[in-house]
């Protein structure tokens, strides 16, 4: 009989975990950083309708 340990592969394990949640915390910042830039726009949108308006009226 052929008897052999399984081989450890809890290094693996450990560097695909890492990169999972260096992926997933790359994503959040990207997330974060592009609800910033459309909170700006959108401010920026609002203040130029402002500004249209006061110059109709």
Do not use: C, H, V, W
């Amino acid at each position: 009989m052929l008897l052999q340990a399984t081989p450890d592969t809890t290094g693996y394990m450990i560097a695909g975990y890492a990169l999972t949640f260096i992926a997933m915390g790359i994503y959040i910042f990207s997330l974060s950083i592009r609800a910033a830039n459309l909170k700006r726009d959108l401010e920026t949108l609002e203040m130029l309708e402002a500004e249209e308006r006061a110059k109709q009226k």
